[in-house]
């Protein structure tokens, strides 16, 4: 019943997506989405409470999928450990490619909708704590100058965040994990209490 269950949220989501990319999340509706995806609408309000939900929840597995990918990154030391990140890359582009006007609308939407701004802002809160505690963790061991973690990591996810929209922009516009990992460098080199020579 439960693997049933599963399915059914699978497949509405999968019709979500679509309509949401072919059309917009505006244009696109409850119905139109228990249509594509072959369900009834008790079935989809069985698993999301509006569509506002199952926009939400898009969001949210993306995530899921980032940080399922960053569990094992902790290297020899915070530097490299930082430089290492820039692996995940090609998978965020090859996700958020995949989903280009979706992750478009995400932010357009953001501006005009509380709680997918609210959303929208937990990773970015969520990884600029994660990489402030990084910083520190860089300090502590001696790798990275005393500066203020919470501004350092403003500034790796502002990188982060501008590398991915000109990534899902222009995708043909350069090599883009070549790009991060050497912005990443040129930081760490900057961060570091001297020029730490960062390789993968």
């Known amino acids: 019943m439960q693997q049933r269950s599963e399915i059914t949220r699978k497949r509405i989501m999968e019709a979500a997506t679509r309509l949401f990319a072919n059309a917009g999340y505006n244009a696109t509706s409850v119905d ?11 079935a989809f309000y069985h698993h999301f409470s509006s569509k506002q939900a199952i926009f939400v929840a898009l969001f949210e597995d993306w995530i899921v999928a980032l940080d399922d990918g960053m569990k094992e990154m902790h290297k020899e030391n915070i530097p490299q450990t930082l430089l290492y990140l820039t692996n995940m890359i090609p998978l965020i582009f090859e996700t958020a490619d995949e989903h280009l006007p979706i992750v478009l609308e995400y932010w357009l939407l953001a501006g005009h909708d509380e709680v997918i701004r609210a959303a929208i802002l937990a990773p970015y809160r969520h990884y600029q704590d994660l990489f402030a505690k990084l910083i520190e963790e860089g300090m502590a061991e001696g790798t990275l100058k005393t500066i203020n973690p919470q501004a350092a990591a403003q500034v790796i996810v502002s990188l982060a965040v501008g590398l991915l929209i000109q ?9 883009w994990q070549k790009v991060a990992s050497e912005s990443i460098q040129i930081l760490m080199n900057g961060l570091g209490k001297e020029d730490i020579g960062l390789s993968l």
């Open 167 to 175: 990534g899902i922009l222009d995708p043909k516009g350069a090599d």
């Open 32 to 42: 139109q989405i228990c249509k594509e995806a072959g369900v009834s609408k008790g």
